[in-house]
């Protein structure tokens, strides 16, 4: 199925369109790019990485790229330090609404002038105990109401400039002991009731507009015994997109993580993923997963007929997010 790579969202190792992103981009045929510190050794070098290419793909594709970039701030930013740095979650909500906007529009501006569309940010996991969590510094803070102004002000800010912003991590990491970079991570200690605290903050982000989301790995007991977030029904499809009615662009976070990567094969991972609604599935660390998962959608789209329908809805959503940065609305 010749569109079957629209769903893939690819990190690579170079500093500029060599030969490896070339074959990725005319095998691979990727929805989009998703670009790291080690992409970047200044201004002009990234700008003209990123305007290659979109030109391959549009002459190779017959459409443009989308990239994406994780440019939260404190720890977790790929521009610096050739771009503004930005003070961490924490510390912006430590100085209050105004520090928010105002570095989330210096965010805006640094993506804009290199061609970068979407930001994996903002993170809208609520910490309530800061002291020991492994994402103090990246969380606005310890309450649903303090989380949800600023992630707010995050989103509606950034997407005013014309940049796609990204709330992270459905349906929350706060209440996880194990990063999902390392562990798979299940969260059994609590019920429905703090679930759906948890989802608060990104409610509010849906009813800001935000264009997209980015999944946990986390397994969720209470309300799936089964699957991490990121492959599960009723978290993805039944609470997010039926419930809270967000119709925008939902990302897998990386399937190179240990909590997906060890645990489920291409196809099982393309299976459960579009069933749930995914549309973007990031492998961002090792290339090598890349032509698996890209055969797996392959074989997957065209021999399942289930899935075929839900390929097309995830396409239209796609195309609608394509189309905000191609009209500059």
Not at 85 to 98: K, T
Not at 218 to 228: G, M, N
């Amino acid at each position: 199925m010749s569109e079957a790579g629209i769903h893939l969202f690819i990190g690579f190792k170079g500093l500029s369109l060599d030969e490896e992103l070339k074959d990725f981009i005319r095998q691979f045929r990727p929805g989009g790019v998703v670009l790291f510190k080690r992409n970047i050794e200044g201004r002009e070098q990234l700008k003209e990485l990123v305007a290659g290419a979109q030109s391959l793909a549009r002459a190779q594709l017959g459409r443009p790229l989308l990239f994406a970039i994780d440019q939260e701030g404190g720890s977790v930013q790929r521009l610096a330090p050739h771009f503004n740095a930005l003070p961490s979650a924490q510390s912006m909500s430590e100085e209050g609404p105004e520090s928010v906007c105002r570095w989330a529009e210096v965010c805006a501006d640094d993506l804009r002038q290199i061609g970068v569309q979407i930001d994996f940010a903002p993170v809208l996991d609520i910490v309530a105990d800061p002291k020991t969590h492994f994402m103090t510094s990246r969380s606005f803070g310890s309450t649903s109401e303090q989380v949800s102004k600023l992630g707010t002000i995050w989103i509606e800010t950034l997407q005013a400039k014309g940049i796609s912003a990204t709330a992270k991590h459905f349906p929350g990491l706060g209440r996880a002991s194990l990063d999902p970079h390392h562990f798979a991570p299940v969260i059994s200690d609590e019920g429905d009731r703090d679930f759906d605290l948890d989802l608060l903050t990104f409610a509010a982000a849906v009813k800001a507009g935000v264009h997209c989301m980015m999944t946990s790995h986390a397994v969720y007991r209470s309300v799936d015994p089964e699957f991490p977030a990121t492959f599960s029904r009723e978290i993805c499809r039944l609470r997010l997109r039926d419930r809270m009615g967000f119709k925008g662009v939902l990302f897998a976070d990386d399937l190179d993580m240990a909590a997906i990567g060890q645990n489920y094969s291409p196809g099982d991972a393309v299976r459960l993923g579009l069933a749930c609604s995914i549309d973007f599935f990031l492998l961002c660390q090792k290339s090598e997963n890349i032509e698996p998962m890209y055969r797996a959608l392959s074989d997957r789209l065209q021999n399942e007929s289930s899935l075929q329908s839900l390929h097309r809805e995830s396409v239209q959503r796609i195309e609608k997010l394509r189309y905000f940065h191609e009209s500059g609305i």
